[in-house]
């Protein structure tokens, strides 16, 4: 993997720092800590890691492992941004918290990329208002992946922004597919714009827009898509407001339980047998394990100044693991360079179908 | 069952009668025909069905089946609305469609409910057209039904508004409580405004504005819920715009299609027996039939001034023959009398959070 710098290769100190909030997470900082520990690990230290917050407290998770020889150091954050705090006012008012500190760390660049498994909308607004928005981008974005018949799908907006304009939304396709090559290798990304029928005529007015915009830019649209698109894996990246976007989130998150809940069911009046019920429920868990969105490493926010990686709040010490190894991996792509080349300057002024127009760089 | 009248089962006239249009499916008029025989036989005669349609190419489906003992007639129809016709026109200009002559037959009484498994925009512009709203619904409405860990969930609006203001999504979910209540015997529905988060500060201005309005009701409204509540069964009732609901519905129907092909890699790849395969299938399958919405036998158009079920393009002679079962149950419910009571007149004027306003019944 591209993180593998040489220097660290050669056993000199690592490139790439990746900043942890050792408090975000519902199972802080012991997932966190554990996390780190197996990413450094894995990567043969190919990179550092800094966690973040109560420092006595991550020592004392830490004492019982063997870390000397990681590429891991502390930094002490008093404060703690919790899942109830209110996102923006937190990141404001907290400013000693884990969050805003690990941010500010990053925003210095005494390291290369941020990791949280914490507050969502509180690791969105810091991002935001520490980093600032890459130039062209009129609002970050979160997306989330879902696994398709023939590979990912990176959908987005996935819950940030419920009220989108059309140039938000284009701003997100430009991000996603850029995101998409980059990152998963899809050299001409598909683009699909989420709809309630795939004819140019269809869905409201913000999304009859979007089309136009879509279609005459130079991204690989390939026009509406409907709900079964996601999983069917008929585009790579499909844009949607926020609100659409997490319903269809949420919605695809409490699959693998309800199949359980009904095999289970279904087990108790039929005749299957207890061991083949096994069977079945374990050849399930391996499939659905795909749709369970830790296993990508966290999603990121696209469109600030930096890298920033968003877990679960139940993330497991596999998740946190997984963040960290694709934040490096995030670190190292020029992401940020390449979305500021795409929607920087001429970025907002398209021609449409039947005209031209400028459209305001930040509506 | 309510359908089967004293009548019918002393051996008279059905009391019930059920238009069906046999033109409206991708598989018309064959699976129509078997459909209706189906139901006609599952359920002793207990209602009448009239086929309409081409009659020269229905009453060539019928003559290889014993339809003597069936209370089965056919009307011609000459023409056929087609799934690329574009709705509203071609209910205005196809007057002697299957579709227009079959709901105008319901509209003057000689049938007490349509059935078709034709082009759904259609359907709904016909049964608006031709049969009227109720007093006191703005918007009819299409729902969807989902299983759900506690039972079943109605989604609605399913796709058929995709812009929608607070009043129409109120009377969404008073209409789909009283359909819960008939129908599904959920005395007491509870019905849940879908948004990004359970807190009442959440989503956009519609949404916050219908939450006004829905605690303000009588209904049994238990707030917000999430994508992940509907299978998850927290409700029996959930309320969305058209293009939110849409959006859920297909990808929710296209999850057994991803799990079947997840699953066949999966096998291929691991050392899976395929007799064992089998039985995951088999399993599998029994499982997610529940996901399939033909067997809650078609969605019902409510708002309107009639019982018009809807089926799925490719409806099988067997969601064909549930279509018509539940028809005649919805029939005999007096659902449309339930919402114009609970719409009419007071319908629109409710009190708010602060203070008391009267919105317009037809906004």
């Known amino acids: 993997m591209e993180y593998f710098s040489e220097e660290a290769a050669m056993g000199g100190h690592p490139r790439v720092k990746i900043v942890v ?6 199972f802080a900082p012991a ?15 190919a990179f550092g890691v800094i966690l973040v917050g109560r420092e006595e407290l991550i020592r004392k998770h830490m004492a019982d492992q063997k870390v000397q020889d990681l590429s ?3 930094i002490h954050a008093d404060d703690v941004i919790t899942m109830e705090d209110s996102p923006t006012a937190a990141v404001k008012q907290k400013k000693g918290s884990s969050l805003a500190v690990g941010i500010t760390i990053h925003k210095e660049g005494k390291a290369d990329a941020f990791v949280s498994a914490g507050n969502t909308g509180a690791v969105l607004s810091a991002a935001t208002l520490i980093l600032g928005r890459i130039k062209g981008v009129s609002r970050p974005t979160i997306g989330a992946f879902f696994p398709s018949e023939t590979g990912v799908c990176l959908l987005l907006d996935a819950g940030t922004n419920v009220d989108c304009r059309p140039q938000h939304l284009y701003e997100f396709a430009v991000m996603g597919s850029i995101y998409a090559r980059k990152i998963f290798k899809y050299e001409n990304a598909a683009v699909g714009l989420l709809n309630v029928g795939e004819e140019e005529t269809k869905g409201n007015e913000i999304v009859k827009e979007t089309f136009k915009l879509l279609k005459a830019s130079s991204l690989n649209f390939h026009g509406n898509v409907e709900g079964r698109d996601i999983l069917k894996g008929k585009v790579q990246v499909v844009v949607c407001d926020g609100f659409v976007g997490n319903a269809i989130l949420k919605f695809g998150e409490s699959v693998p339980s309800f199949l359980k809940a009904k095999l289970t069911a279904y087990a108790e009046k039929s005749f299957v047998q207890k061991s083949l019920l096994g069977l079945v429920r374990g050849a399930l868990r391996d499939v659905l394990k795909e749709m369970d969105y830790e296993e990508y490493g966290g999603v990121p926010v696209l469109g600030v100044n930096g890298v920033t990686i968003i877990g679960h709040g139940k993330s497991t010490p596999k998740a946190i693991k997984n963040m960290i190894l694709k934040a490096a991996e995030v670190a190292d792509t020029h992401l940020n360079r390449h979305i500021e080349e795409a929607l920087a300057g001429g970025g907002s002024q398209r021609v449409l179908a039947n005209d031209t127009i400028t459209l305001p760089a930040h509506p």
């Open 21 to 26: 909030d050792a408090m975000g997470g519902d």
């Open 72 to 74: 891991l150091s502390v």
């Open 31 to 45: 997932n966190e800590v554990k996390g780190a520990i197996e990413a450094l690990r894995e990567s043969n230290n």
